[in-house]
């Protein structure tokens, strides 16, 4: 007997198993056979039985993939009444609930059915008056319960269209069935539907919590018809900007108008609202209102995307009065972009927030800098980097000179958004215009750096730096990290400012110096794009309009993109450079580690960071697989050696003294970490440091993964906001292509699985793993973190290791209490892992039968962070452990059909294959044998553990909850009664 929710789940299983996609000639198979039936059932209940979503879902999926094909008017104005009454809109005083559920149209089914069918008139007629009938309901003023459930639902009606509008007009030729040409959507069609749906967007625009999706909304019809959309959106933002008093109406029409910009030159006026539009936009960064300035920077870094921020001169007679009245406004882009750099500096002097609210935002950011701030960063960044972009050679000096002047007068704390904000902007510009940085901006604040060290003779003995030469030092390293070749004739005095600075007492003073050592390789041995800015792609054609140039469009074939490859030339230099500043570090701590020579914790801290910083720099030439794999028993196969991607030529390994940079730096930290951790004193600082820089030479080669995931964040964020999602795909504008070719090295240089387990890296485990179990909290925090990320990038290598972390486990009932109970936490942390990285949930028996026995056997500790970390491995089996496979089979009749198979293209082949099938089945049947037995001896010894009389009642629950997830292993009879047994 079927009851709701045997019916739930038949609709369920309906909805994902019934074919609905088949050629128009085939329907009679498909949705014919049962698509009238199901719809006479559903009408038939005028309730919300509990199978009508997934009915829903299957109905919305045949509408979406028949379009054109099923005719839907009869079934329309049942559709829509259904529709209505699941919003649960209130009506009259009494405000009854029709229904109880609404959950029945979700937000897909909602969109993809009267989308599918709005080439329908009788469809377009009840469209048009369920807006209608719902429009009140959108006034702010009319904020309730049903709120979310209608803004949600009819907001992405314009997205689903849009959908619609690029299958119809742009999809490639596939397997799908064509939608025939008189059901296609026309642009009167189109018209209509956004002149009924305006209303509703443009109410919700200034609702409470809707207005993201109104945004949403009014971007998809503007990209459709926006010869409606813009003339509306226009009048309400130059309203909004005479009035003062109304700041959340001005953001909310400025989000939309930022989201809109994109199509704004398919408006036939758009063109000429650029500029008034950017003047009237101006005021909109106020110090005053974070909000407000976060979407004017938006609509400012929109805008520079677009147009190419330069005079329009030298126009032909043959342009028509309008153009040439444009033209002549684009003089005003140089005033404009002068303002716009004086509100951005002046955002960075006077933008504060409460000093407890920037206490508590700090820790989420890392840095000085509240969550405002930082978007405020963000926005800036994008924003200067696309001007610089797109402006000509006069104008970019100009704010060159207006940058360089801020940077000298102004004095920044290093850690505040200030000094942050405008070196970033400093940098951006260098990056985009290296040519007329050099002289205007690196090279005066070089300059001035050195003036700084002359007037400060003592300054390596100074214990605390003053703000101004701490911001020069700081500034000068950030931008040299982009200065390119340019660099090279800085070199000398580079390395003067370095000789005076690297070991200054300061320890903020000490890191900035780091920082600009490790700038100056970088830039010299990264391989990036360097024409951001082409002036080519400016130039305009015989007899075309500059107007062109506005809002253009390429392909990515019509994209050059050049690259900086450093030469044997430039390597030899960073070579020397490298071997120069890091020699008296390693002499330093050479005999540190071996006892003749006594250096304080903070000194030892020093030295590794400039080691640290000078390898980072040279990481993406060091060479990384370049030792033999250390064989894995068990293991059936082996990796093959990660090379490093390249750009044009081979790259030269950088060496130190005639050996591979990250054994000899693996040599000295182990030798410096036997040291501190067998000394009398506790420094923890410096083991952190030791870590980080085990880090980095087991891993590192180029950028690091974090900078790439924010790189990689901050372009998805843009093109989201600039592409165009009725078109031709990849047609975008070109510095979202130069930003993609960055981005495409960097990540396939940084997320290259290493694969291979070395000797060398197998060393360095071995010593993160006797770090992550020391006594120091802080230490083993941290190790446990390097070990999380080694161990995620290296191909089973916590099968190489496991044997050490179950030795430290088994010592740990030898340590005095103390020691003993941070051994026992760090060893239990380790086997507990990262995400997907414990070692209890490994679908791996030789891993399995050495770890539960060893968790059981552990011994137990009164110390209540011990029983949380027993709780935490408890949690994680009971949530997260799934059923690992004892034996594996292979099926005969599949084997004999592939070797048949490939008998057909070559005799030769099925012999191969026939004699690697016998080998890989006696493989396989080795491989279940030796599991059968690992699970066995695995359970018999968890018996024995918990039968112990002495075992203490945390393990024996932790022990019964590991017992419990092997008891549904199907074994032999005799397996199961030794169990048993």
């Not at 019934?18 to 309730?47: I, Q, S, V």
Request: net charge neutral.
């Amino acid at each position: 007997m079927l009851n709701n929710l045997n019916l739930f789940f038949l609709a369920g299983y309906l909805a994902m198993f019934l074919p609905t996609m088949l050629k128009p000639t085939e329907a009679e198979h498909g949705y014919k056979l049962w698509l009238d039936e199901f719809l006479r059932l559903w009408l038939g209940f005028h309730g919300v039985p509990s199978w009508e979503a997934p009915m829903l879902q299957l109905f919305s999926r045949v509408a979406a993939e028949n379009i054109g094909y099923i005719p839907w008017d009869n079934y329309v104005s049942s559709i829509f009444t259904k529709f209505l009454r699941t919003l649960e809109l209130p009506v009259g005083k009494k405000q009854l609930q029709l229904v109880y559920s609404n959950e029945s149209f979700d937000d897909s089914s909602a969109v993809l059915w009267p989308v599918a069918m709005m080439h329908s008139e009788a469809c377009m007629v009840a469209l048009e008056r369920v807006f209608k009938s719902v429009e009140s309901y959108f006034h702010p003023s009319n904020y309730g319960n049903w709120t979310d459930k209608l803004s949600s639902t009819l907001m992405f009606i314009p997205s689903g269209l849009v959908a619609r509008l690029q299958l119809e007009r742009f999809r490639p030729r596939d397997w799908m069935p064509d939608i025939p040409a008189e059901a296609c959507l026309t642009d009167a069609q189109i018209r209509r539907f956004v002149r009924a749906f305006k209303p509703l967007a443009f109410l919700n625009l200034f609702s409470r919590a809707a207005a993201d999706e109104a945004v949403e909304a009014i971007k998809n019809m503007a990209l459709m018809a926006p010869d409606e959309i813009f003339p509306d959106l226009l009048e309400k933002f130059y309203a909004s900007v005479e009035t003062l008093t109304e700041p959340l109406r001005f953001q909310a029409i400025v989000s939309a108008l930022s989201a809109s910009l994109p199509y704004l030159f398919s408006y036939k006026e758009g063109k000429k609202n650029v500029v008034p539009l950017m003047l009237a936009m101006l005021p909109g960064i106020d110090s005053n209102d974070s909000r407000k300035t976060m979407a004017a920077l938006g609509f400012f870094s929109t805008i520079s995307v677009m147009v190419p921020l330069r005079p329009c001169f030298n126009v032909g007679e043959d342009l028509s009065e309008a153009d040439q009245e444009i033209c002549g406004t684009s003089a005003e882009f140089e005033d404009i972009l002068v303002q716009l750099l004086d509100r951005c500096l002046s955002i960075i002097d006077t933008f504060t927030v409460d000093s407890g609210a920037r206490t508590h935002e700090t820790k989420q950011t890392g840095t000085d800098m509240s969550l405002e701030e930082k978007m405020i960063k963000i926005r800036m960044d994008l924003l200067w980097i696309t001007v610089f972009t797109q402006t000509d050679d006069k104008t970019a000096e100009i704010l060159l000179e207006k940058l360089y002047k801020t940077a000298s007068t102004n004095i920044y704390p290093v850690q505040q958004v200030g000094s942050i904000a405008t070196s970033s902007m400093c940098v951006l510009a260098t990056r985009v215009r290296p040519d007329l940085a050099k002289p205007l901006l690196f090279h005066r604040l070089l300059k001035l750096l050195e003036l700084s060290l002359d007037e400060r003779p003592g300054i390596i003995e100074m214990s605390n730096a003053d703000d101004e030469f701490l911001w020069r030092l700081k500034i000068v390293g950030d931008v040299a990290a982009v200065t390119g070749r340019h660099i090279l004739e800085f070199i000398p005095r580079l390395k003067s400012v370095l000789t005076r600075t690297l070991l200054m007492q300061c320890p903020v003073g000490h890191r900035l110096a780091a920082v600009l050592s490790r700038s100056i390789i970088t830039t010299l041995l990264r391989t990036y794009p360097i024409n951001y800015y082409d002036p080519q792609f400016y130039v305009l054609p015989t007899g075309a309009s500059p107007l062109e140039q506005w809002g253009k469009l390429v392909y990515p074939a019509d994209v050059k993109v050049e690259w900086h490859v450093p030469d044997d030339e430039i390597i030899s230099l960073c070579s020397a450079f490298f071997e120069e500043f890091i020699a008296d570090p390693l002499e330093a701590l050479d005999q540190y580690a071996k006892g003749t020579l006594a250096i304080d914790d903070k000194k030892v801290q020093k030295h590794l960071h400039i080691i640290e910083a000078l390898f980072t720099a040279i990481s993406s030439h060091c060479g990384f697989d370049f030792e033999e794999a250390i064989p894995l028993e068990g293991a059936d196969f082996a990796y093959p050696k990660a090379d490093l991607p390249i750009i044009a030529r081979e790259q030269r390994e950088i060496l130190l003294q005639g050996q591979p940079v990250r054994t000899v730096l693996a040599e000295l930290l182990h030798r410096v970490a036997d040291r501190i951790v067998n000394g009398l004193q506790d420094e923890t600082k410096s083991l952190k440091s030791v870590l980080v820089v085990y880090k980095a030479v087991a891993m590192l080669r180029g950028p690091s993964a974090e900078d790439v995931v924010g790189h990689a964040q901050a372009l998805s964020l843009v093109k989201k906001e600039l592409d165009n999602r009725l078109g031709p795909k990849k047609h975008r504008f070109r510095l979202l292509f130069i930003e993609k070719a960055r981005l495409q090295h960097e990540v396939r240089t940084v997320f290259q699985k290493a694969s291979r387990v070395t000797k060398n890296r197998l060393n360095i485990l071995r010593y993160v793993v006797r770090l992550a179990v020391s006594r120091y909290k802080e230490v083993r925090s941290v190790a446990q973190t390097c070990f999380s990320s080694i161990v995620a990038m290296l191909q089973l290598s916590y099968r190489y290791i496991l044997d050490d972390i179950l030795a430290y486990l088994a010592a740990s009932k030898d340590k005095p209490d103390s020691d003993n109970d941070a051994q026992l936490k760090g060893c239990l942390f380790l086997l507990l892992g990262g995400k997907n990285l414990a070692y209890l949930l490994k679908h791996d028996w030789d891993t399995l039968r050495k770890v539960f026995p060893a968790v059981v056997r552990a011994q137990h500790s009164d110390n209540p962070t011990v029983s949380h970390v027993f709780d935490a491995l408890s949690d994680t089996i009971e949530t997260k452990f799934v059923t690992t496979g004892l034996t594996a089979t292979s099926s005969v009749p599949a084997n004999k059909v592939a070797g048949a198979i490939l008998g057909t293209m070559d005799l030769e082949l099925e012999v191969i294959f026939e004699h690697a099938l016998t080998f890989g089945m006696k493989k396989m049947e080795e491989r279940n044998a030796r599991n059968r037995a690992l699970y066995v001896d695995m359970v018999n010894e968890l018996v024995t553990l918990l039968s112990t009389p002495q075992i203490r009642l945390k393990n024996f629950v932790i022990g019964h909850v590991f017992l419990s997830y092997f008891s549904k292993f199907q074994t032999d009879r005799q397996a199961c009664r030794q169990t048993c047994r």
